[in-house]
């Protein structure tokens, strides 16, 4: 099972910031956080992801709050483009990815 | 990162044959490849993990003689749909392990029995 929660979706304006979360209350202290993201029909796009420290990279920035217990991916820019299903991860069992739900993120103009 | 392609990328059989997908990673070799299965509006869910030159692990409920998967190059994994059925009709992706950077997909393969 999955070990995130994550909002079944979210509408964001275009050009505006997209705050993403997701709970991962029982996290251990190895385990990292993972983002993908899946375009329709697609496979998953990796995007970023985090042990404790906040990350940025080009496509996006991660902050995880300090007891680790959840994260928040942040698409500073949103286009129409970036409307996807988006999957928080918490890697178990070395790289044995479990994909829960996800949060539809739609950008409209 | 890697570079993972899968082929084909849409398959339509007839029900009661077989088909075989190929996960090829272009780049990077990979002694561990992931598979799995997404039916439509759902989450991904993980099948089995393929082993080079070993037999595959598969997740509970997955049956392994109808999901064949062979991993004999550290560059290619394939997954044969054994006597397929409408109810195996779905999405299926191929990934590339990598234990500490991030993960790669494939493009994936739209598999269709009719």
């Known amino acids: 099972d999955a070990k995130t929660t994550q909002p079944p979706s979210m509408d964001c304006a275009e050009g505006r910031a997209a705050n993403l979360p997701c709970n991962h209350s029982t996290i251990s202290g190895n385990e990292y956080v993972y983002w993908y993201r899946q375009i329709h029909s697609q496979g998953p796009q990796y995007i970023i992801h985090?042990?404790?420290n906040n990350e940025t990279n080009e496509m996006a920035s991660l902050i995880i709050t300090e007891d680790r217990k959840s994260s928040t991916l942040i698409l500073p820019h949103a286009t129409l483009r970036d409307t996807a299903v988006y999957y928080c991860?918490?890697?178990?069992?070395?790289?044995?990815?479990?994909f829960g739900a996800g949060t539809i993120l739609r950008v409209k103009s | 990162g890697a570079v993972v392609s899968q082929h084909p990328s849409r398959v339509i059989c007839k029900s009661g044959t077989s088909v075989k997908i190929e996960c090829r990673s272009l780049d990077f070799q990979a002694t561990t490849m992931f598979w799995y299965r997404q039916f439509p509006k759902q989450s991904l869910m993980l099948m089995a993990t393929?082993?080079?030159?070993?037999?595959?692990?598969?997740e509970q409920g997955v049956e392994k003689d109808k999901f064949l998967i062979n991993h004999a190059s550290l560059t290619l994994s394939t997954l044969t749909v054994t006597s397929a059925h409408p109810e195996d009709s779905s999405f299926y992706i191929c990934r590339v392990g990598s234990r500490s950077t991030e993960a790669f997909f494939g493009q994936g393969t739209r598999l269709t029995v009719v």
């Open positions: 985090g042990l404790k």
């Open positions: 393929s082993n080079e030159g070993s037999k595959a692990t598969y």
């Open positions: 991860i918490v890697l178990e069992y070395g790289n044995k990815l479990v």
